[in-house]
């Protein structure tokens, strides 16, 4: 035995206590079973099960008493030290001077007796004690000191079965880690497995997983999250979704929940559900949680059974002697003993039938536990033995006995010995053992490898399927972090190195996706999973790593992705509806377009042919659709064109125009069938109206021609003939002022002046109405008109007006369009000799002409600095013969931006006028893109 104080302060002990996970944790009814039966076998009022690390005691199971811990400085366990192998028992605590002033017994004066016994495991280390307090001074009896010890002993069973367990369920989970994306492994294994998207709630579930429930998995698909709320016990939903919620999305805990489920037989099973979230975005959000589900029909079954039977200690607690003469019995039993050994509850086990017992163990153990049994009697040390029993009907039983000798001399040992029904944790260990090994195999089939860290050692171990998935040779490499690093493909080796050092800094699972370069420059797509810091079975700190080739995979997915997104683009950058008809599964799947427009009450996007030409297609172009298609796949036709009618969300009907390329093999079989619908309704009824407008225009256009024929030879008679009396008119008015001009006053010379004025008004009005009739009506063609050239020649011809004024035009540049050149010409001058002409005296003229691309026109702008336009005048300039100045103040007929106006309407464009910024006025026009 160690020295007292070292038990406290041992680091070595708190590492040992550690392993338990017991120190200050919640009340556990086994425990307080044992409690309560320590305080009724005692008749004392207070029963305590501690448990102490190097600051407090505290108090697992408390009968009588509502405190939960005692600082270690307060604590009796330095007398119990003393005599580790007995009770210690202190019959007055206010006579005995090493206890009276104590705290806990001077903050509680009823306090008179005390007994305690230490909680000693296998290796020596001080876990905890027992301790029993009464209101009376009073002594135990030695057969209750006996049932003290006995009680201790099951206790430290209890706590190495809990050690056991936890050993088997972390074994479970970090199996269930470490190999999160062996899906097809686990599927050839039957192993029933989930994982769940959380973000959009689908769920991939295993064959395993469906036929646990007595499904195929065809029968549940699609699959998501509702399929497993639908077969969930309805008691039972709350529980199994809080869990669920709480562990793989709140708190990011290991998932262990137990529920029933329905089977495809009405029938419930017991689930336990396990599982851990694998993969998270960018902001630790979690995306996809893995997990398995597993029967424990069986288990719990036997716990209803276990919950029948009245007695408190979990275990068969029972003091054995064997003589020196070779014979041996029972001195003391439970109850409990029967049950584990599957024999009547009334059968006595006392002298010789204690055979029955021997005679239960499997032939197979029997040796081992009576060799186990013989060296505790000869080293005089415990002994532990995990043996089977076989029933009356034949099966199995695995048990664990510990027992550790009481007495001993040379005529009889006799030991006290507690006895756990292990069949489960056995059967687990042994599933466990059969997975790994069925894991494996998976890890090859699956092109899994494994990596172990040795983080003490700083020693890193591959697995053979490593150097496989390298190509290297195993037996000329030396396994390094670095020469994997070296073969990352230089674009994937920042973001490696990123995740995987916040991987390992948060001690989380993460998932990486690389690339692999090998030396033949080929690319391999590898999935590492990174570990979490464990330890091993020698308490060494190891991290473990899984990578797996996704080559295949990810080829697939790159391509399928590439496919869907010009799918998605394609039917996203066009009205029409985009489908795709395989036709060997006969499964039509439409793009997002197809319920916008046409009624449906499909479950999906993907339909059988004939369900579509039924359902949707009028009646009447049914059978025209089926014959025109079964013509197009059965002629090898390439392309297939049909027009028909579907019935659309409204209920009426639409045209509709589909068009299809038609895919084949090499035997010319058709194979699939890609293709668009255009909804031509609207243009139907367009053509619809189209004609009967057509033949109401082609009547007016007849009338139109001989309107414009009869209006242009008046045009044209007018303009000759009213320009003939006023030539006639000038040219006398000016022979009379020639030959009387010495004879004429002045009075009468002006009379003359008006009048041959007058008159050549008169002709420049006939003829500038005469150009104005003629506008839209020439036969000139389009031509390429360089609008530089052209503005140019409009500037030379006003040359002597520009350097009489002394004004400065700035051209921009200017495009080259189709137009009409002379057209254009017109207009350039007109607005060009009105900047020059409108203008305010003694300020020097400034005009800009440039332009500007608006998509459909050009836009061109003619800006000048003279008198402007009043806004409320702007309209009425271009209308015909309005003028705003008399042709004393400006000359002209007030008809130039009337032609103006109606030249650019006619070449598809408009003309206004705004305001400049300081002075003037900014003429504006657009001409029509050719």
Same mark, same amino acid.
């Given at each position: ?98 206890? *009276? ?25 001080? %876990? ?13 009896? /030695? ?42 492994? +686990? ?29 195929? %998995? ?61 993969? #998270? ?126 007495? *001993?001399?040379?005529? @009889? ?23 790994? /090994? ?24 591959? *697995? ?18 670095? %020469? ?21 800094? @948060? ?5 990486? @996706? ?25 308490? @060494? ?120 390329? +038609? ?32 033949? +109401? ?49 002045? #009075? ?57 004024? /002394? ?57 000048? /600095? ?17 003028? %705003?100045? *008399? ?44």
């Amino acid at each position: 035995m160690r020295d007292g104080n070292e038990f406290f302060e041992n680091r070595n002990r708190l590492g040992e206590l550690i392993k338990y996970r017991i120190l200050n944790t919640p009340p556990e009814k086994k425990f307080d079973d044992l409690a309560k039966l320590m305080a009724m076998t005692c008749d004392v009022p207070i029963a305590l099960i501690t448990f102490m690390d190097d600051k407090n005691q505290y108090f697992k199971s408390r009968y009588g008493i509502d405190f939960t811990e005692n600082p270690i400085e307060n604590s009796f366990c330095n007398h119990i030290l003393k005599t580790p192998n007995k009770v210690t028992e202190i019959s007055n605590l206010r006579k005995d001077n090493s206890v *009276s002033q104590n705290p806990f017994i001077v903050n509680n004066p009823k306090l008179s007796f005390y007994a305690g016994y230490p909680l000693i495991n296998a290796d020596g280390y001080l %876990l905890g004690s027992i301790c029993l307090y009464g209101f009376q001074v009073k002594k135990l009896s /030695n057969t209750q000191k006996d049932a003290l010890k006995i009680i201790a002993q099951q206790i430290i069973e209890l706590l190495e079965l809990r050690k056991s367990q936890l050993f088997i369920d972390e074994a479970k989970n970090k199996r269930l880690l470490d190999n999160v994306n062996l899906k097809k492994g +686990i599927d050839a294994i039957g192993l029933a497995t989930w994982e769940w998207n959380i973000t959009t709630n689908v769920c991939q579930f295993s064959n395993g997983w469906a036929e646990l429930l007595g499904y195929k %998995l065809s029968e549940l698909e699609p699959t998501n999250f509702q399929t497993w709320v639908d077969l969930v016990h309805p008691d039972d939903i709350s529980i199994a979704s809080d869990n669920y919620y709480n562990a793989l999305i709140k708190h990011d805990n290991i998932l262990d929940v137990e529920f029933r489920m329905r089977k495809k037989d009405g029938k419930y099973l017991w689930i336990q559900s396990k599982g851990k979230t694998i993969k #998270k975005d960018t902001n630790g959000k979690p995306i996809i949680a893995f997990g398995i589900h597993i029967d424990i029909n069986d288990k719990k079954l036997a716990e209803k059974q276990l919950k029948r039977i009245n007695e408190n200690i979990p275990a068969a607690v029972f003091r054995y002697v064997a003589y020196s003469n070779g014979t041996s019995k029972l001195l003391y039993y439970t109850k409990k003993l029967n049950q584990l050994y599957d024999l009547p509850e009334d059968l006595s086990l006392d002298g010789d039938n204690i055979k029955l017992v021997w005679n239960k163990i499997h032939p197979d153990d029997l040796t081992k536990v009576q060799a186990a049994v013989e060296k505790s009697k000869r080293e005089l040390s415990e002994y532990k033995a995990d043996y089977r029993i076989i029933n009356d009907n034949g099966k199995t039983k695995w048990l664990s006995a510990s027992g550790s000798i009481f007495f *001993s001399n040379d005529e @009889e040992t006799v030991w006290d010995t507690a006895v756990f029904d292990v069949t489960e944790e056995k059967l687990a260990s042994i599933k466990l053992e059969e997975i790994n /090994n069925q894991l494996k195999k998976a890890q090859k089939i699956g092109k899994l490898g494994y990596w172990k860290h040795n983080l003490d050692q700083d020693s890193l171990t591959w *697995s053979t399927e490593i150097y496989n998935l390298l190509e290297l040779d195993e037996n000329k490499t030396t396994p390094s972090f670095e %020469l994997f690093y070296n073969m990352l493909h230089p674009e994937d080796k920042q973001q490696f190195y990123e995740e995987s050092t916040k991987a390992q800094v @948060e001690n989380k699972v993460a998932l990486i @996706e690389h690339r692999i370069l090998l030396p033949d420059d080929r690319i391999k797509w590898f999935e590492l999973t990174t570990g979490i810091e464990d330890f091993n079975l020698k308490n @060494e700190k190891i991290r473990e790593w899984v990578v797996q080739d996704i080559t295949e995979q990810k080829l697939l997915s790159i391509s399928v992705e590439e496919s869907n997104n010009r799918f998605r683009l394609a039917t996203q950058a066009t009205a029409d509806i985009i489908w795709d008809w395989d036709i060997k599964e006969n499964r039509i799947l439409f793009g997002e377009n197809f319920s916008k427009f046409i009624k449906n009450d499909f479950e999906d996007d993907q339909i059988k042919s004939d369900y579509f030409i039924r359902k949707c297609i009028h009646a009447n172009d049914r059978s025209r659709v089926r014959k025109s298609l079964m013509n197009a796949l059965n002629n090898e036709e390439d392309y297939w064109k049909c027009k028909y009618r579907v019935k659309s969300n409204q209920g009426d009907y639409l045209y509709i125009q589909d068009n299809a390329l +038609i895919i084949r093999d090499k035997k010319g079989k058709a194979l699939r069938m890609v293709g668009a619908m255009n909804e031509i309704t609207e243009q139907k009824e367009q053509t619809k109206k189209l004609r009967q407008l057509n033949k +109401i225009l082609k009547i007016k256009s007849l009338d139109l021609i001989r309107s414009n024929d009869d209006l242009e030879q008046f045009a044209y008679v007018a303009s000759h003939d009213l320009q003939e009396p006023l030539r006639m008119i000038t040219s006398f008015l000016t022979l009379l002022e020639k030959r009387y001009e010495d004879k004429l006053d002045d #009075k009468a010379k002006t009379y003359i002046h008006f009048a041959v004025d007058g008159a050549k008004r008169m002709r420049t009005i006939i003829l500038d109405l005469l150009d104005y009739s003629r506008v839209g009506k020439t036969e000139s063609k389009l031509t390429n008109v360089d609008v530089n050239e052209l503005v140019n020649d409009v500037i030379n011809f006003n040359h002597r007006t520009i350097s009489k004024l /002394n004004a400065t035009i700035k051209v921009e540049e200017l495009p080259i369009i189709n137009s009409y050149n002379s057209e254009l010409t017109h207009v350039f001058s007109n607005i060009l000799g009105n900047a020059l002409k409108y203008q305010v005296p003694n300020i020097k003229p400034e005009i800009i002409i440039s332009c500007s691309d608006i998509k459909t026109h050009w836009e061109f702008s003619i800006e000048d /600095n003279g008198i402007g336009i009043d806004e409320k005048y702007t309209d009425q300039v271009f209308v015909i013969f309005k003028r %705003l100045h *008399s042709k004393e103040e400006y000359s002209g007929t007030g008809i130039g931006l009337a032609i103006s106006k109606k030249i650019i309407n006619t070449l598809g464009g408009e003309i206004w006028i705004e305001k400049a910024k300081k002075q003037g006025s900014i003429f504006k026009f657009t001409i029509k893109k050719q």
